[in-house]
């Protein structure tokens, strides 16, 4: 099962076609689910991505650029340009936000853990990422947010930061649902929870 491209599908069938203004990858590393939101966003939408990374922010805009797509970064502003990217962690992301997107962002996207044939030692961590998605329920759309968090537990640390993010969508009392190979005790778990939808 791949469950980034599930957390594609489900983002999709649960916006049931309407387009978001602003969306957020938490969690940049090559790219992917970067690209996959901008297919979600209106004509004038704009994404911002989050690295500490500055190898998975090179990757992700080479990729954008393979695919037409402009992109900003910290250090260089292209013109046009509707994705930018931040070489900062998840868990500053409401910090450098511009003001026009705080109170508009319709989805976000974390995939965790550490970014393949990387250094290991650079992960993310429970800590961060509740703080990030506490970041999430506040520049969240009043009219909803989806939110796809993909968590690997196979690694030290990976099931603390599952269960973090479990346990941050049950006390918020959030709609959510996980998806994993559940016979399989260090199989991903693709958390994909719902913020103030009526």
């Given at each position: 099962m791949n469950f980034t491209e599930l957390s594609h599908i489900k983002l999709a069938e649960a916006l049931g076609g309407r387009k978001?203004?602003?969306?957020?990858?938490a969690t940049l590393g090559r790219g992917r689910d970067a690209l996959f939101a901008m297919s979600l966003l209106?004509?004038?939408?704009?994404?911002?991505?989050?690295?500490?990374q500055a190898r998975a922010i090179e990757e992700s805009r080479r990729l954008f650029e393979s695919k037409g797509l402009a992109v900003s970064t910290d250090s260089f502003s292209a013109a046009g340009a509707r994705a930018k990217f931040f070489r900062a962690s998840h868990a500053d992301m409401e910090t450098l936000l511009p003001e026009r997107a705080r109170g508009?962002?319709?989805?976000?996207?974390?995939n965790l853990g550490w970014l393949p044939t990387s250094d290991k030692s650079v992960v993310?961590?429970?800590s961060g990422t509740v703080a990030a998605l506490e970041a999430v329920g506040r520049i969240c759309d009043p009219a909803g947010c989806i939110v796809s968090v993909l968590c690997y537990r196979?690694?030290?640390?990976?099931?603390?930061?599952?269960?973090?993010?479990r346990d941050f969508f049950t006390r918020g009392g959030f709609e959510y649902e996980m998806s994993a190979d559940w016979s399989n005790p260090i199989s991903p778990v693709l958390v994909?929870?719902?913020?103030?939808f009526a």
């Open positions: 978001l203004r602003f969306a957020v990858d209106d004509g004038d939408g704009e994404l911002f991505g989050f690295d500490v508009k962002i319709g989805a976000a996207f974390f993310t961590s429970a196979g690694h030290a640390g990976g099931e603390e930061e599952f269960c973090a993010v994909f929870a719902k913020l103030n």
